[in-house]
Every structure is written in structure tokens, then in C-alpha cells.
Nanobody, 123 residues
């Protein structure tokens, strides 16, 4: 059974950077489309970035140009480099696997989730 474990969250001031990691336990990481999502209390889980098995990247408008998704198939690890962070980026961040197809930014298209890591950006 695939498990995902995120790390790297924390508190940072506006304009700062953080790097998130997600370790995938399983045999199929290199073939998976992986995603990063975030969610605020009372809000919907929002897709912010995804990366295909061939390395193709996609981003939401809200993070385009500031965040970079990447993967290391040798380490079964997904990354999210976040630069120029803003208070609006404050959320719980989740990585996702088990994409079923369809729109990558929709949470219901992913079947497997990590426990999340909190990112807090102060002004």
C-alpha cells in the first residue's frame, strides 16, 4: 500500500522561501503523476502544482512563477520549492498520488494523500 509522508513546512516571513518534500513508499513512484495541494480551514483543497512521470509540470495561477515542483525518482521523493511566499500562501500542504485522470487540480482526481505539513507566512 502506497504511503506519502510530507515534511518541510514551517513559519516564514513574507518574501521568504520554504522547501517541502514528500516521500512515497511504494514501487510505482516513477510512473505516477504527482500533485501538491493546499487547504485552509473551511476552504476547499486547492491543486497548486502537478508533475507527470515524464517531468511535465503544471501550476495554478496563484503560484506560477514562485513555486517549482520536481521529483527525484531514485529517491521516491516529490519536492515543492516555494519562493517569494505571501501571507495568502498560509495553508496545510498535501502531496497526492493515485491520479485517476481528468483535471489535475481537482482533489477528487487523486486517491492517495499524505498527512499534510503546515506552512505559515507572516506579513
Amino acid at each position: 500500500q502506497v504511503q506519502l509522508v510530507e515534511s518541510g513546512g514551517g513559519s516564514v516571513q513574507s518574501g521568504g522561501s520554504l522547501s517541502l518534500s514528500c516521500v512515497y513508499s511504494g514501487l510505482s513512484f516513477s510512473t505516477e503523476c504527482m500533485g501538491w495541494f493546499r487547504q485552509t480551514p473551511g476552504g476547499e483543497r486547492e491543486g497548486i502544482a502537478s508533475i507527470d512521470s515524464d517531468g511535465s509540470e503544471r501550476y495554478s495561477d496563484s503560484v506560477q512563477g514562485r513555486f517549482t515542483i520536481s521529483r527525484d525518482n531514485a529517491k521516491n521523493t516529490l519536492y515543492l520549492q516555494m519562493n517569494n511566499l505571501k501571507p495568502d500562501d498560509t495553508a496545510m500542504y498535501y502531496c497526492a498520488a493515485g491520479w485517476t485522470g481528468g483535471n489535475w487540480y481537482r482533489a477528487e482526481q487523486f486517491l492517495i494523500w499524505g498527512q499534510g505539513t503546515q506552512v505559515t507566512v507572516s506579513s
